[in-house]
């Protein structure tokens, strides 16, 4: 190695450190001046929104949230708080801020569980009231969207026979089909996707405020206000419409739309025997072929128990099982059925048939062509002996 050369070695060398340490020295300062400029709220100076309503007003929009209120630390023992703050404004940003005034703290959505909204709201264009909440209040796409015919505000501020907040309570049942009706959660990305879709239609499940049969009891007596959210049925949304379906037929309906959809199928013979299935697992399939579809639903149940026999020991192989299993293909392909006739009459596609049709044909597909697409099902319900 010439002279020369380690020269310009020894050069390219220093002057490679002298730059390591510029830059860990700029870092150092960003950090040291952040650090001091930066307000960093600790947890329980915090109220973090899990919940939040919107309802149409004349003004605009009523917006309602449920926050957490962490208290104590230090040491001492935490304690936590749920508040509802509702604002009226002619936009959901008009309303967040004033909530923010009221909880003297920036409103951050990054928390939030559940999305409560009422059937009017829906009238409004689907990417005007989520493309602001997920781009500047940090909405996680996988929020769950529901729906209510109450008050948006008293789903949220639901007093409920346990310590969870309404909001925990409602993503938890959706979640965990804690109610065995079937019903799916819907969350901000799949709204989205199935209401820009060919189809254009989503099952939401709407949640209603019931008294319970029973109270709690306390030592002073039952405990008042306590309520039940109960989630049966779903609210369609197609386009800037809505409408209601019952519990039996948005158990069939999810079960076709959806994947790993999981619930109980009940069923009652025509001798008098009562059977309640537990679903393990529904594998919906639709194959289109020009302009008619063909809906297949495969069901495999195990048998939670049967009422009403002759006193015999029920297992899955018995005939009174497996009549309860005919019985329950049966129903629900009539309810399949039932559904594509108020598809067909709401001019909804609640069976998501033009999207079947389209995976096949492709743009050729005409617009609105629900009517012209043909239909037939068939159910297939296989009884599992556990163990």
């Known amino acids: 190695m010439t002279e020369r050369t380690r020269k310009i070695k020894a050069r390219l060398r220093d002057r490679f450190f002298r730059t390591k340490w510029l830059v860990v020295l700029i870092v150092a ?3 040291l001046f952040f650090g001091r400029a930066t307000d960093i709220r600790s947890l329980n100076q915090s109220a973090l929104v899990i919940g939040m309503g919107i309802d149409l007003s004349e003004e605009g929009f009523d917006v309602s949230t449920l926050s957490v209120v962490v208290s104590g630390g230090g040491g001492s023992e935490t304690s936590r708080s749920y508040a509802v703050h509702t604002a009226t404004g002619a936009t959901i940003s008009e309303c967040l801020d004033e909530i923010s005034q009221k909880m003297g703290l920036i409103v951050s959505l990054s928390h939030c569980n559940v999305l409560v909204l009422s059937p009017e709201t829906f009238s409004v264009r689907h990417g005007d009231i989520f493309d602001p909440l997920i781009s500047v209040y940090s909405l996680p796409e996988q929020a769950v969207v529901t729906a209510t015919e109450e008050e948006p505000s008293d ?4 007093k409920t026979a346990t310590t969870d907040a309404s909001a925990f309570l409602m993503q938890s049942a959706l979640l965990q089909n804690l109610g065995g009706d079937g019903l799916a959660p819907v969350s901000v990305k799949d709204f989205m996707a199935h209401s820009l879709s060919r189809s254009g239609c989503v099952n939401i499940p709407l949640i209603e405020l019931k008294d ?3 109270p709690p009891e ?9 309520k039940e959210l109960v989630m049966e049925r779903n609210l369609v949304v197609h386009g800037g419409e809505c409408f209601v379906l019952e519990k039996e037929l948005a158990q069939a309906t999810t079960m076709l739309v959806r994947k790993k959809v999981y619930g109980r199928i009940s069923v009652i013979l025509d001798t008098g025997e009562a059977a309640e299935f537990r679903v393990l697992d529904a594998s919906p399939e639709t194959k289109a072929s020009g ?8 069901c495999t149940v195990s048998l939670l128990e049967v009422q009403g026999g002759d006193g015999e020991r029920v297992s899955p192989t018995s005939d009174v099982v497996s009549r309860a299993a005919k019985k329950a293909e049966e129903e629900l392909a009539e309810r399949l059925a039932l559904c594509h006739e108020i598809s067909l009459r709401e001019g909804a596609d609640l069976l998501h048939l033009q999207e079947a049709v389209y995976r096949v044909t492709g743009y050729t597909l005409p617009e609105d062509c629900l009517d012209d697409i043909a239909f037939s099902c068939s159910v297939k319900v296989s009884v599992k002996e556990e163990g």
């Open 29 to 31: 300062a960003v950090i």
């Open 155 to 158: 789903v949220l501020g639901a």
């Open 212 to 214: 319970p049969a029973r």
């Open 218 to 226: 306390t030592e002073q007596g039952p405990e008042k206000g306590v």
């Open 291 to 298: 302009m008619s579809v063909h809906a297949s639903l495969n």
